[in-house]
């Protein structure tokens, strides 16, 4: 899911929440029904008239959902924020609940404050709904 803001910076800044793996990686923005690819990945050679084969990505840079191990918020000019842990790690489909999802967020928010001067009357930041 990714975040926009109302600003005209020319669109550098877009959130959104990536992936965490142990090894200190992080996803890449892209996902499918097996999970979720590796920031800096690559695609496969294929021949561009057979669609079978062309803009498929390299499957080393796929990771299971049940390796996420959290979550932290980026931004598409290269910004990174701080890192949410999976507190109960399950093999179904790991996502943040809706309450750290909105926190995570917020840290994007304050990096548009700092990022874009005046930004700050534009921008609310989530209310907590419970104690995590
Ligand atoms: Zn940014």
Do not use: F, K
């Not at 890449?28 to 695609?43: E, F, I, P, R, V």
């Not at 803009?55 to 080393?60: C, K, V």
């Amino acid at each position: 899911m990714g975040y926009t803001h109302e600003l005209d910076d020319g669109d550098q800044h877009e959130g959104w929440i990536a992936m965490t793996y142990a090894d200190g990686r992080i996803s890449g923005g892209t996902s499918c029904a097996a999970g979720h690819y590796l920031d800096g990945y690559t695609y496969l050679p294929g021949d561009p008239n057979d669609p079978r084969t062309w803009g498929q990505i390299d499957p080393i840079y796929l990771r299971p959902n049940s390796e996420i191990t959290g979550w932290l918020p980026r931004c598409a000019c290269g910004w990174l924020g701080i890192e949410t842990p999976v507190i109960e790690p399950n093999d179904q489909w790991r996502e943040p609940a809706e309450d750290q999802e909105h926190l995570i967020m917020d840290q994007w928010r304050l990096h548009l404050r700092d990022a874009i001067p005046g930004a700050h009357p534009m921008l609310q930041l989530s209310a907590p709904t419970s104690n995590l």
